[in-house]
């Protein structure tokens, strides 16, 4: 099939856009589809020459999906925006060549709606990441739905889905098919052969930002070292700045995720649990997927899923004394919750990988799409 991945949030190596765009491309490639890539218009070039061996890269989106709707009016800013992006998307998919289906790895409300009303009726696949309703659009359930009858009313072949199962209970009242499904974790780790045994080495992983870190960063890193563990900090966004000290290695972005987190005894999610209550973690995907324990803040979704599996603890503050106090938790019953993450990366790819993800997210869309051409 001649498939085009669509993202207009592609600009940047780091973060979760393109992590998953390029292995969903990989495992398209390598199943005889023929791909285009559409990204943002000021995508960093490195994006398409980390592609370049698979897919051609087509900047060409002119609205990304994180513009904050308070900037167009402290009223209707969510009204304007939405009105906006999706004009504006409609317009830039115009100029899109022919596919048999668009894949929107990470998609959103504008995005749904532009699909529907640019008049082209090419099947749309796609998985949401986030709350319908967040902060900046605490009307997002309105919008989603508007973009679910638009899609109905043009008769747009859609099958959009999520990877958190919170999240699909959430969207199910808003669709009009009766129909919002969970797909597999597209992440694969590292698996290791055999359970961690002592709790020496800490990772710290991914695009730090705001809703992932305090100002207690630095503070809770030098406790750790003082204290006598090894820390493994891999910063894509290189935003926070570490002391020189032996026991600390600090990278910027990396392409081998899974493999160094498979390098530690224990990852640490210090996000905050109001933004990540109904949000996925890759990192905490990728951790179990390799046989590593983690700790998350208790009443997130990461943190469900370490309270599901037994692999790893939870803290309920965000200061650098709650963490500490949980890593030290986590020494304390450590040969336990190591030897749950080593179980739940044993079964982890009967349920889960990217290949399994690709194909729930497109076969069903392929099938509506055919049965919508004839």
Same mark, same amino acid.
């Given at each position: 099939?001649?498939?085009?991945?669509?993202?207009?949030?592609?600009?940047?190596?780091?973060?979760?856009?393109?992590?998953?765009?390029?292995?969903?491309?990989?495992?398209?490639?390598?199943?005889?589809?023929?791909?285009?890539?559409?990204?943002?218009?000021?995508?960093?070039?490195?994006?398409?020459?980390?592609?370049?061996?698979?897919?051609?890269?087509?900047?060409?989106?002119?609205?990304?999906?994180?513009?904050?709707?308070?900037?167009?009016?402290?009223?209707?800013?969510?009204?304007?925006?939405?009105?906006?992006?999706?004009?504006?998307?409609?317009?830039?998919?115009?100029?899109?060549?022919?596919?048999?289906?668009?894949?929107?790895?990470?998609?959103?409300?504008?995005?749904?709606?532009?699909?529907?009303?640019?008049?082209?009726?090419?099947?749309?696949?796609?998985?949401?990441?986030?709350?319908?309703?967040?902060?900046?659009?605490?009307?997002?359930?309105?919008?989603?739905?508007?973009?679910?009858?638009?899609?109905?009313?043009?008769?747009?072949?859609?099958?959009?889905?999520?990877?958190?199962?919170?999240?699909?209970?959430?969207?199910?009242?808003?669709?009009?098919?009766?129909?919002?499904?969970?797909?597999?974790?597209?992440?694969?780790?590292?698996?290791?052969?055999?359970?961690?045994?002592?709790?020496?080495?800490?990772?710290?992983?991914?695009?730090?930002?705001?809703?992932?870190?305090?100002?207690?960063?630095?503070?809770?890193?030098?406790?750790?070292?003082?204290?006598?563990?090894?820390?493994?900090?891999?910063?894509?966004?290189?935003?926070?700045?570490?002391?020189?000290?032996?026991?600390?290695?600090?990278?910027?972005?990396?392409?081998?995720?899974?493999?160094?987190?498979?390098?530690?005894?224990?990852?640490?999610?210090?996000?905050?649990?109001?933004?990540?209550?109904?949000?996925?973690?890759?990192?905490?995907?990728?951790?179990?997927?390799?046989?590593?324990?983690?700790?998350?803040?208790?009443?997130?979704?990461?943190?469900?899923?370490?309270?599901?599996?037994?692999?790893?603890?939870?803290?309920?503050? #965000?200061?650098?004394?709650? !963490?500490? +106090?949980? %890593?030290? /938790?986590?020494? &304390?019953?450590? =040969?336990?919750?190591?030897?749950?993450?080593?179980?739940?990366?044993?079964?982890? #790819?009967?349920?889960?990988? !990217?290949? +399994?993800? %690709?194909? /729930?997210?497109? &076969?069903?869309? =392929?099938?509506?799409?055919?049965?919508?051409?004839?």
């Amino acid at each position: 099939m001649n498939i085009n991945l669509l993202d207009p949030g592609l600009l940047q190596l780091c973060g979760h856009h393109f992590d998953i765009d390029y292995k969903v491309v990989r495992q398209l490639v390598s199943a005889g589809h023929s791909v285009r890539v559409y990204s943002h218009i000021n995508a960093d070039k490195a994006i398409a020459a980390s592609l370049s061996s698979m897919a051609k890269t087509v900047p060409l989106f002119r609205q990304q999906p994180y513009i904050r709707p308070a900037r167009f009016d402290p009223v209707a800013g969510e009204l304007l925006l939405y009105q906006l992006q999706t004009t504006q998307l409609a317009d830039d998919l115009k100029r899109v060549s022919e596919a048999d289906i668009w894949l929107w790895p990470s998609i959103f409300a504008p995005q749904l709606n532009a699909c529907a009303v640019s008049g082209r009726r090419v099947p749309v696949a796609g998985c949401v990441h986030i709350s319908c309703s967040t902060d900046e659009w605490p009307h997002g359930r309105l919008f989603w739905r508007c973009s679910f009858l638009n899609a109905e009313r043009t008769k747009t072949p859609i099958h959009i889905g999520t990877i958190e199962p919170e999240q699909s209970y959430e969207y199910l009242p808003l669709t009009v098919n009766g129909t919002f499904p969970c797909f597999p974790y597209p992440m694969e780790g590292n698996p290791i052969s055999q359970p961690k045994q002592s709790l020496n080495t800490i990772g710290f992983f991914g695009h730090q930002r705001r809703e992932k870190w305090g100002q207690d960063a630095v503070r809770l890193i030098e406790q750790l070292v003082k204290k006598g563990y090894r820390i493994l900090f891999q910063d894509s966004s290189g935003k926070i700045k570490l002391p020189s000290h032996p026991s600390i290695t600090s990278l910027g972005y990396v392409s081998n995720l899974g493999d160094l987190i498979s390098r530690c005894d224990l990852t640490v999610l210090p996000y905050d649990p109001e933004r990540y209550k109904m949000k996925s973690s890759g990192i905490l995907c990728e951790s179990l997927a390799s046989g590593i324990p983690a700790i998350a803040p208790y009443g997130s979704a990461p943190g469900r899923w370490i309270e599901r599996t037994g692999a790893g603890k939870l803290f309920i503050g #965000l200061t650098a004394e709650d !963490i500490y +106090r949980t %890593v030290e /938790a986590a020494r &304390n019953d450590y =040969k336990s919750i190591a030897a749950a993450a080593f179980t739940t990366s044993a079964g982890w #790819l009967d349920h889960h990988g !990217i290949e +399994r993800f %690709v194909n /729930a997210l497109c &076969n069903e869309c =392929k099938v509506k799409g055919n049965h919508h051409r004839h």
